[in-house]
């Protein structure tokens, strides 16, 4: 979801953006329209976030999967090992890009409970020569969250925020370099947030394609080529949003909040499960199964009849899957709650 006062802007503004007689998508990202709608995004996320000065904030394209790669041709600096924490789908494809660049250390994996939790400090095996230690904050398809910020000393700390960005403040300064696709919580897709600390730039492997260069991103103001314009102000008017509900630590109650509630539900009705370590859950992604697979389908068309859709699992996973973003209103998570709690009455 995106915000309905984000969205209602964004119509307003269609046609014609502030008296300008065009659309910002017909706009040259050079003029000074556009110019300025991109300065203003850009420091209203370093607001939000509180960006350390030292750190570069990059626009990028090609999604969170594309960092996959650029992150060893760019952070390798030099090393062929780098450190990778195994927590699901997404870590293993990044993992699996890694490789092609360097060899990869897995510091640890929860394969064996199934990705149902997060590795905890004592258990991640750092390699104090790796180039980068890597792992996913929030592994979005089974719902899995680090109730910790992983210490790697001086090896700098690489994460994939892609679902949980923008969800709750993060001290910034403990990481080396995070990144995000947009369209979790940012914005809509086409749009990938980079923040590196600065003195990681500047040595890629020699093959990097020069698209693939952050320090060319970083020295031409995310503007080497054309970026996605209307991806940047929308996602721009999402941080003039979050400005307006109180900044990241109202976001990060109301995420509390919804989530909290919605495992009450699942915990307190044997109808429903979720099997992710407690301490462990996601705010924002909430898998869970039904007793009986067999009423799935069922349980997802008759959500959909009153207004509830996108519920389906992972399709590697099954089950359902409730992702309450910072767009969500607590409003619908309430609406799931009732909707769940008279399924289970009538089907359980
Ligand atoms: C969605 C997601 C991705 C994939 O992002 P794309 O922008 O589609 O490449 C990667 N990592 C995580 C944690 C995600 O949730």
Redo the contacts with the bound molecule.
């Keep these: 979801m995106l915000p309905q006062a984000v969205l209602e802007i964004a119509q307003r503004e269609m046609l014609d953006w502030h008296g300008s007689g065009m659309s910002i998508m017909e706009m040259s990202h050079r003029g000074k329209e556009f110019t300025s709608v991109a300065h203003k995004m850009a420091s209203d996320l370093r607001e939000v976030m509180s960006i350390p000065d030292n750190y570069k904030v990059l626009f990028l394209q090609g ?4 960092q996959f790669a650029m992150i060893p041709m760019n952070l390798l600096r030099g090393k062929s090992v780098a450190d990778y924490v195994n927590t699901g789908d ?1 870590s293993r494809k990044a993992i699996a890009e890694a490789q092609r660049f360097c060899s990869v250390n897995i510091v640890a994996t929860t394969e064996g409970d199934n990705f149902t939790s997060a590795p905890s400090q004592a258990q991640l095996n750092l390699d104090p020569d790796a180039a980068y230690v890597h792992y ?1 904050p ?3 398809i089974r719902g899995v969250e680090f109730d910790y910020i992983p210490d790697t000393g001086d090896v700098p700390l690489v994460a ?1 925020m ?2 949980t960005i923008l969800s709750r403040p993060v001290d910034l300064s403990k990481f080396g370099m995070i990144y995000a ?1 947009a ?2 919580n940012i914005g809509p ?1 086409g749009l ?1 947030l980079v923040i590196i600390r600065d003195d990681l730039l500047g040595e890629t492997l020699a093959t990097t394609p020069t698209m693939f260069d952050y320090q060319v991103h970083a020295d031409n103001g995310s503007m080497y080529n054309t970026p996605p314009t209307y991806g940047l102000y929308l996602a721009g008017l999402v941080f003039a949003w979050l400005k307006e509900q109180g900044g990241l630590p109202a976001m990060a109650a109301i995420n509390q909040r919804k989530a909290e509630k919605l495992y009450r539900a699942i915990d307190g009705d044997s109808f429903y499960a979720n099997p992710v370590t407690k301490s462990q859950r996601s705010w924002m992604n909430v898998p869970f199964t039904l007793a009986d697979a067999t009423l799935d389908t069922l349980f997802l068309s008759e959500a959909e009849s009153q207004g509830m859709v996108a519920l389906k699992g992972h399709r590697s996973v099954g089950g359902m899957r409730a992702s309450i973003y910072n767009a969500m209103p607590e409003a619908g998570v309430d609406a799931l709650i009732a909707f769940m709690a008279q399924f289970s009455r009538q089907h359980g």
């Design positions: 999604g969170a999967s594309s997404w996913v929030n592994e979005t994939d892609s679902s696709g369209q979790k897709a990938t």
